[in-house]
């Protein structure tokens, strides 16, 4: 029962959908957006959006972050799903199953050797509405961004 679970959760079903935005391209009008089927393991290019609708709604509309971002994991509750099955603890389930799915998220960047940050200023409302969710029965809740860093400085594993 465990074996397709790719990462721990507080529940027995999974409450967090993945929305993968590459931003390779810093020269490019629009962006892919592609789901992570989480019960065919596999990535589903589902749309694209224009770039700057896409920054605007994550905030970084003229920022320097614009620059130097390389991928955007939106993490959204499907509030519909956890609520059938764990009323309103579902919620809470939900949050501890993004934070837990984000931090590994992020370690796995770190090893390797990509930048991560936590992101919270994005819009809500206008981002839901470019991944195609309503807000009532699912919503962005955690956004990670990950970068190619041009130098991470000297780790422990630089000095051996």
Not at 28 to 50: C, F, P, Q, R, W
Not at 107 to 135: K, N
Request: charged share 20%; glycine share 6%; net charge negative.
């Amino acid at each position: 029962m465990l074996n397709k679970r790719a990462y721990p959760a507080a529940g027995c079903i999974v409450a967090v959908d993945f929305w993968i935005l590459p931003l390779t391209d810093n020269h490019a009008s629009m962006y892919s957006i592609s789901h992570y089927n989480h019960d065919e393991h596999k990535l589903e290019e589902t749309g694209a959006v224009e770039r700057s609708l896409l920054l605007s709604a994550l905030g970084l509309r003229h920022s320097r972050w614009e620059s130097v971002l390389s991928l955007v994991v939106a993490q959204t509750i499907n509030i519909k799903r956890i609520f059938e099955k764990y009323q309103q603890r579902g919620y809470r389930f939900a949050l501890i199953e993004a934070g837990l799915s984000a931090m590994l998220l992020c370690q796995a960047a770190t090893a390797f050797r990509l930048a991560s940050l936590a992101w919270g200023g994005f819009y809500d409302s206008q981002l839901d509405a470019i991944l195609g969710l309503d807000g009532a029965n699912g919503s962005t809740t955690h956004i990670p961004f990950f970068s190619y860093a041009a130098d991470h400085g000297n780790s422990a594993r630089d000095d051996k």
